[in-house]
């Protein structure tokens, strides 16, 4: 049996649970959140498990077994109540693609941490360094398979821990970044992660070039990777597990660069086992056939695009970012993303009025460094 270390979490897997439990929680000011996911283990991940903390009790939902989850969606919305996470931007990936839900109201521990240019951010630091060092943190089951049921306690006291102390380690940096000034910097970083863009679930048939243009691929040898490519997500899709479990990139490249005229021939090329020949040597060696009598495809339009200009103010900017990066001590896109560099740089304003409205530049951002930016431009190579 295992020790729990403080109350045990109640586990929610029926609606007749459920429902109650969301009027509950609709009461209090605020909620520790975070969910897990089987990303290592399906084609297509979806939430599984998620957890959920007030300053006195631990829940866990079962969203595989609650029919239907639209009052936890009622939950995040409502602006009344604050909803803490940490490294929010993959949990609310996973909400938003599962089921549209929106968040208000966000505090993430990681980006305070960040803010206050903390340098060791993962949680079982911050909960050392922060909550308490006498914390049992157990790594252990990071790659469990949370789509499973049912789940070990171990696995159950793993999830409770995540959103357990997140209450008392958000207390800690609201009061940190009260000290230092960034309370209102933090606001609005937290307004931006909680509005994270949807990211399409469909594969891409394109990112092949991902894959080989770092490998220095000619275009023949891409034509072979595409087909490689799509090959290994038909095969993903139909055994429901992660693409790189079928066959990684190093291997898809190493069959690419491979001299194949036989299906013996893959019994030699590097990274890929003799079991993954018996399974899908066939398969393979087909897609290679078809890439060579393929049209060599032509490489993507640069994105952005390379207008020397353009390049020109974006790479002036960077400067300028790392500069007050190394002012502050934090990393660079604390200071702003990269994405709103690219912005500013098309834009190319002249007054503050023109720099309103650029994703990535909200209201506290503009007043802070609004003038340095347009200052930036225009002594850019001292004209």
């Given amino acids: 049996m295992i020790k729990w270390p403080f109350p045990r979490a109640a586990y929610i897997d029926h609606d007749k649970t459920f429902r109650p439990l969301m009027e509950k929680l609709a009461q209090e000011p605020l909620l520790a959140i975070d969910t897990e996911s089987n990303s290592l283990y399906a084609y297509r991940s979806r939430v599984c498990l998620i957890q959920i903390s007030t300053r006195k009790t631990d829940y866990i939902l079962d969203p595989l077994r609650i029919a239907d989850l639209s009052p936890f969606g009622v939950l995040l919305a409502n602006p009344r109540i604050e909803k803490i996470f940490h490294a929010a931007e993959y949990d609310l990936v996973g909400l938003k693609r599962d089921y549209g839900f929106e968040l208000h ?121 595409r087909r490689l490519y799509l090959l290994r997500e038909e095969l993903a899709e139909e055994l429901d597990t992660p693409p790189f479990k079928v066959m990684n990139d190093s291997v898809l ?3 690419t660069e491979a001299n194949l005229s036989s299906l013996r021939d893959l019994y030699y090329v590097r990274g890929l086992s003799d079991s993954q020949v018996a399974r899908y040597g066939e398969d393979i060696m087909a897609a290679v056939e078809a890439g060579k009598e393929d049209k060599a495809p032509r490489p993507p339009k640069p994105t952005p695009p390379s207008d020397p200009a353009l390049v020109e103010r974006y790479t002036t900017l960077l400067d300028w970012r790392k500069h007050h990066a190394r002012q502050r001590g934090v ?48 002594n850019m190579n001292g004209k």
């Fill in 331 to 378: 990393e660079s896109d604390i200071v702003i993303s990269k994405g709103a560099l690219w912005a500013i740089a098309g834009r190319y304003p002249h007054t503050l009025h023109e720099l309103e409205g650029i994703p990535g530049l909200g209201p506290w951002r503009l007043e802070t460094y609004g003038v340095s930016l347009l200052d930036a431009l225009k």
């Fill in 105 to 225: 109201n966000l505090f993430d521990t990681m980006v305070a941490a960040r803010i206050c240019g903390i340098k060791g951010v993962g949680l079982g630091a911050m909960l050392t360094n922060y909550v308490s060092s006498s914390i049992p943190l157990d790594k252990s089951h990071q790659r469990d398979d949370w789509g499973q049921r049912p789940l070990s306690e171990s696995s159950l006291l793993y999830a409770q821990m995540d959103t357990h102390y997140l209450p008392a380690l958000r207390d800690r940096l609201h009061v940190e970044l009260k000290r230092r000034g960034h309370l209102a910097e933090a606001l609005e970083l937290f307004e931006e992660t909680s509005t994270v863009p949807l990211i399409n679930p469909e594969v891409d048939p394109e990112g092949y070039w991902k894959i080989g243009i770092p490998r220095s691929l000619n275009r023949r040898q891409m034509a072979i990777l």
């Fill in 253 to 255: 490249v190493a069959i």
